[in-house]
């Protein structure tokens, strides 16, 4: 039982290329996120899917697309990398989601630096 | 609309000591209160969390919270500080909106022998 995965770990990009950051879970968690973390301002939600097929927008969206075809994958991408995308991105999953008291898991996250 | 404050960016204790790391909450229903340890380099890991079953929430590696809703605070706690817990901290409440969590700024705990 791997939990959640992200790849890759490190990322150096250029202004205006495109990536997609990856993540898993093995725990057939219906609810999915992700989350953007940077120096002394905590996590933001960027994207949210409550189910294959279903995905809405969280509180820092702009720049950012993603898609679940799957249960288990939940990708995040990226299409005009632009400096105020580095940060540290983390991908997360609970069998329900808010509000309510289930456990979010995180990935270990990806570091991503635009330049 | 839920919100979480954390007193303190930065907390320093010695071995031994007592931990405290502050977090006070704001929300207009019974929350669902959280905190979050992030060692260096890696992903959050689930402490305690707060679900109304009980006030006094005892979690993994000595750790502990009170939810008090008379002050709005689930103060995070341990009466022995180790050097292993060096760490960031985080408080979160669960959104009302059915989103997500909404994080605090976090508390860096450092621990010197």
């Known amino acids: 039982n791997a939990g959640v995965t992200q790849t890759p770990k490190f990322r150096i990009l250029k202004i205006g290329q495109s990536m997609t950051l990856q993540c898993t879970q093995d725990?057939?968690?219906?609810?999915m996120y992700w989350y953007r973390q940077d120096p002394g301002m905590g996590l933001k939600l960027i994207y949210y899917s409550v189910g294959a097929g279903i995905t809405d927008k969280g509180e820092v969206p702009n720049g950012y697309n993603v898609s679940r075809s799957t249960t288990e994958d939940f990708p995040l991408r990226l299409e005009l990398a632009a400096p105020s995308q580095t940060s540290v991105y983390f991908c997360?999953?609970?069998?329900?989601?808010?509000?309510?008291?289930?456990?979010?898991?995180f990935g270990p996250g990806t570091r991503l630096t635009v330049l | 609309a839920q919100s979480v404050t954390q007193l303190g960016s930065h907390v320093s204790v010695s071995e031994g000591a007592l931990v405290l790391l502050r977090c006070n909450y704001s929300s207009s229903v019974p929350p669902y209160l959280f905190w979050y340890v992030q060692y260096p380099n890696q992903g959050l890991q689930l402490l305690l969390k707060?679900?109304?079953?009980?006030?006094l929430v005892k979690g993994i590696n000595g750790f502990e919270a009170e939810f008090k809703k008379s002050e709005t605070s689930f103060h995070l706690t341990k009466p022995s500080a180790h050097m292993s817990d060096a760490a960031e901290y985080f408080c979160a409440v669960s959104n009302q909106a059915g989103t997500a969590l909404i994080f605090g700024k976090g508390t860096t705990l450092s621990v010197s022998s």
């Open positions: 725990m057939n968690h219906n609810y």
């Open positions: 997360a999953s609970s069998r329900k989601g808010p509000p309510g008291p289930d456990t979010q898991y």
């Open positions: 707060y679900t109304s079953a009980a006030t």
